[in-house]
């Protein structure tokens, strides 16, 4: 069953191109959203066991602009990455390759939500070029320590039992609805009902969308053990942390501290929203983003 997105009118009226690119060996799926000719390219990351449908809803709401959305290596239309592991070291290679291979002129914007944000500083803090950066629902601490740590410790003993389980019993599990269910209505804020079927719907059809166990297991090590704070110092771009009032992952007093340690971001705070800003309020997260670049809204 498909849920119609209630952004689906403004997404529509943004063209896009699907392609794929050699990166590392394997073939890397990405979307290229809105105007080819613009001067200004968004890339952005998305968050652990997602894909690039995730951020859609900002992408609608940023019209006027080239907009590039891979998914992850092993993660919706994406290959698993060639003799390395998917870890943050694996991953951050990968970002820098792509952004090699895709070769974007004018100014390049590099965007990452949650697990896409650890992703992003890890490669910035390697020496990835980009002129702005903007870190969505940050992992500002490490997530054992956030508001829900003991719901993250769940996780950790949910993935340990799949990795010891038979490979097909192991596999079934990480793909179990009902616990896919569990987390979507955990992270959801939103108190309207038929935003929270489309969100539900969206974790059912794309959560599970990785391509083996191994991949899936050893991204959420890499989730679970990395936080922005361990890069932000080696970071001097001009930042824009976006970050949720409600966020169940990390607190706001981590997010203050995390802003404290960049050589120049600013920190912005969307009132009543948790870890899923990119499905819950994006307009005004991509308000923040238009103003914090500097870009005229278009029609």
Request: aromatic letters at 8%; proline letters at 7%; one cysteine or more.
């Amino acid at each position: 069953m498909i849920v119609p997105s209630p952004y689906a009118d403004l997404l529509n009226r943004i063209p896009v191109t699907a392609r794929t690119l050699t990166v590392c060996g394997g073939r890397t799926a990405f979307w290229d959203y809105g105007d080819p000719e613009s001067t200004t390219t968004i890339v952005m990351v998305h968050g652990f066991r997602g894909d690039h449908h995730g951020l859609e809803p900002v992408v609608a709401h940023l019209s006027g602009v080239r907009i590039v959305s891979p998914d992850l290596p092993g993660f919706g239309g994406s290959d698993p990455l060639v003799g390395r592991s998917h870890n943050l070291d694996g991953y951050a290679v990968w970002l820098g390759e792509f952004l090699l291979a895709l070769a974007p002129t004018g100014r390049v914007v590099i965007l990452g939500h949650s697990f896409g944000s650890i992703v992003v500083a890890a490669a910035l803090a390697d020496g990835l070029a980009a002129d702005e950066v903007v870190l969505v629902n940050p992992i500002a601490a490490p997530a054992l320590a956030g508001p829900r740590g003991a719901l993250t410790r769940l996780a950790v003993f949910y993935y340990w039992a799949a990795a010891t389980l038979p490979e097909r019993l192991g596999f079934a599990l990480l793909r179990n609805r009902a616990i896919v269910r569990i987390m979507s209505v955990t992270m959801t804020k939103t108190r309207q009902p038929e935003l929270r079927r489309w969100i539900h719907n969206q974790h059912d059809r794309f959560f599970s969308a990785f391509s083996d166990r191994r991949v899936v297991l050893e991204a959420f090590r890499a989730s679970v053990s990395h936080d922005v704070s361990e890069f932000a110092a080696r970071i001097p771009q001009h930042t824009l942390l976006l970050a949720a009032e409600k966020d169940d992952i990390t607190p706001l007093a981590a997010q203050y501290r995390l802003q404290t340690l960049f050589p120049d971001a600013s920190l912005t705070v969307i009132a009543d929203v948790g870890h899923l800003i990119h499905y819950e309020m994006p307009a005004p997260a991509a308000a923040e983003l238009r103003a914090f670049l500097g870009l005229v809204a278009t029609p």
